[in-house]
């Protein structure tokens, strides 16, 4: 049984930083994609950032990029979202999911995560 719980979430100033967790149960790095979503006020889950299975690439939403770092520690079967830099508009939960299939074209479609997290917030404001 796949299990994600994320933490890490909290308020914060613009300019500040944040590292995101996501405990992962059941599943095996090197064979399933992992990936962070988030979803802000009325609006869709958008897609932020992906580590694809056995870490053989790494993706980014332009929103994000040179921003928000992927990463993992397989000794602990965490990954986790470095976020710098944060500004009001990355405001929003934040999702960890994972998926078996690690298809490369659909890596930022949320439809294609079976497994999700509860979400943490995080909030961005002065």
């Known amino acids: 049984q796949v299990q994600l719980v994320e933490s890490g979430g909290g308020l914060v100033q613009p300019g500040g930083s944040l590292r995101l967790s996501c405990a992962a149960s059941?599943?095996?790095?090197?064979?399933?994609?992992m990936a962070w979503f988030r979803q802000a006020p009325g609006k869709g889950r958008d897609f932020v950032a992906a580590r694809r299975y056995g870490g053989t690439s790494t993706h980014y939403a332009e929103s994000v990029k040179g921003r928000f770092t992927i990463s993992r520690d397989n000794a602990k079967n965490t990954i986790y979202l470095q976020m710098n830099n944060l500004q009001p508009e990355d405001t929003a939960v934040y999702y960890c999911?994972?998926?078996?299939?690690?298809?490369?074209?659909?890596?930022?479609?949320?439809?294609?995560?079976?497994?999700w997290g509860q979400g943490t917030q995080v909030t961005v404001s002065s």
């Open positions: 999911a994972s998926t078996s299939t690690g298809i490369l074209s659909t890596i930022r479609q949320k439809d294609a995560y079976q497994y």
């Open positions: 059941g599943v095996s790095f090197t064979r399933y994609t």
